[in-house]
């Protein structure tokens, strides 16, 4: 029997801003998204969900993750019950719910947790620059080799955990009817959606969104590729050295945008900013940004007398991988994957 948590949209809230009790279902919002259909009525179902308090049911849907927040639903709703930020809030709290360490929940929560986490992680780079006496060799050398174990420690330790609960409260199911053969089968879906998030162009408004997701994914990643296995700081490769360049340009001038955007709030999805949404989106731009300049520095002959700036990426390097990437708005790239790579298994 499914539990009701009157409390719910109370605790909700707590992950962004709406007011769901508002709603008195209307079906403007069905009415109006494009992925609803006859046999699913959305968004208005996880909405009523919500203001039910139906948790066990919202856990074990994927529809949060189907919606890219076209806005649409918000911006014809009479009661102004913002359901496009309900599904967003709902994406955060399902993140908390994956995270096996909790740590996602209490960041999003708190602004001040995430602060103080931010603060101690800059104490431990400039601390163990320090006790290295600000050797440059020897701080770029854990600089490489932090990049290289965080991915592996990341991904092995959190992520991967974090997806296979995912997997459980939304494949899995205790009867034992499962279908291995459907899990190679829709392996395709993953791919697909995970580079290129192709889903977006089922909202109206999204071709543009979706180039700019498409170019940042690329840039990002190959950004990565850059500087973790090519080694771009040390390369002497012209080829690497110009590659990285435009890597890392591509990505601050597209997360210039979205700062841009969010400041703007011209788009539905800017209007309602949570702090990780801003952590996200500057912490990214600061890290291309930072890149190119220890990159530049180094071509320049000016990186000794100027570590400084290898210090403020490091910095910039480690909050992000070890606070945005698993714990943050990057998971939702991760999470949205596999949420159609799941949905395409239970349709199989």
């Known amino acids: 029997m499914t539990r009701i948590n009157p409390d719910f ?14 709603c008195y279902n209307c079906g403007n919002c069905t009415a109006v998204c494009a992925l609803s259909d006859q046999e699913n009525s959305f968004p208005r179902k ?28 918000t911006t014809t709703c009479p009661m102004e019950a913002e359901p496009g930020e309900l599904m967003m809030s709902l994406r955060r709290w399902l993140t908390a719910k994956y995270d ?15 602060v103080i986490a931010f603060i101690l992680l800059a104490i431990g780079v400039i601390g163990f620059a320090a006790l ?3 050797n440059p060799e020897q701080v770029m050398h854990f600089g490489h080799y932090f990049e290289m174990s965080a991915i592996g420690g990341v991904l092995l330790f959190i992520l991967l955990p974090n997806i296979f609960r995912m997997w459980r409260l939304t494949v899995f199911r205790p009867d034992g009817k499962l279908s291995v053969k459907a899990h190679f089968k829709a392996l395709g879906e993953l791919i697909v959606h995970m580079f290129t998030q192709k889903r977006t162009l089922g909202c109206d408004d999204s071709q543009v969104r979706w180039l700019e997701h498409l170019i940042l994914v690329i840039g990002y990643l190959a950004l990565l590729f850059t500087t973790v296995f090519l080694d771009w700081f040390l390369a002497e490769s012209r080829t690497v050295i110009v590659l990285g360049y435009a890597e890392s340009t591509v990505i601050f001038v597209i997360t210039f ?13 800017s209007k309602h900013s949570h702090p ?4 996200f989106v500057i912490w990214l731009f600061m890290l291309g940004l930072s890149a ?29 991988a070890l606070i945005i990437v698993p714990f943050g708005k990057w998971t939702h790239f991760l999470y949205r994957s596999f949420a159609m790579y799941f949905r395409r298994i239970r349709e199989i």
């Open 257 to 269: 945008l979205f700062v841009l955007a969010r400041i703007t709030m011209k788009r539905e999805v």
């Open 9 to 22: 949209t109370s605790e909700l809230k707590k992950y962004g801003v709406f007011d769901a009790n508002a």
């Open 292 to 320: 190119f300049a220890v990159r530049l520095f180094i071509d320049l002959q000016i990186l000794e007398e100027n570590f400084w700036i290898y210090l403020v990426h490091l910095i910039i390097m480690v909050q992000w």
């Open 132 to 134: 290295h006496d600000f």
């Open 46 to 73: 996880m909405v009523r969900y919500s203001v039910l308090g139906l948790e066990e049911d919202i856990q074990m849907s994927l529809d949060p993750w189907l919606c890219y927040y076209c806005g649409e639903c």
């Open 100 to 114: 096996w360490t909790g740590l996602s929940g209490l960041l999003y929560r708190s602004v001040t947790v995430s």
């Open 276 to 279: 990780s949404d801003w952590l």
